[in-house]
């Protein structure tokens, strides 16, 4: 009978913590423009985008990966390291 207690005690701490820390989590949406110069976003033709970089976080300035090429350097915003650390 104790043993039951305590899985039952277990198992609803375990449910209840795994749910409220799932509902903790931020959301993080992130933008990529390719061949985007750096002053299209402030001519105001983005309304919604506005809206997200004035209640998110957004970059002043980058340095891209050598060579500027797409789907390497997005591999280096996601894994935080360089061409020559990642490999593409």
């Known amino acids: ?3 039951k207690i305590r899985i039952a005690l277990f198992s609803f701490f375990f449910v209840t913590v795994s749910i409220f820390a799932q509902a ?5 949406i992130l933008v990529s423009f ?6 299209y976003l402030n001519r105001g033709l983005s309304p919604n985008l ?4 004035q209640n998110g976080v957004s ?3 980058l ?7 797409t789907f390497p350097n997005h591999q280096s915003i996601i894994t935080g390291m ?4 990642h490999g593409i």
């Open 63 to 69: 340095r891209p990966s050598f060579p500027s090429k």
């Open 24 to 28: 903790q989590k931020p959301y993080v």
């Open 82 to 85: 360089y061409i020559e650390n």
């Open 50 to 53: 506005e809206f997200i970089r």
């Open 34 to 39: 390719d061949g985007f110069r750096w002053d």
């Open 59 to 61: 970059a002043l300035s």
């Open 1 to 3: 009978m104790k043993n």
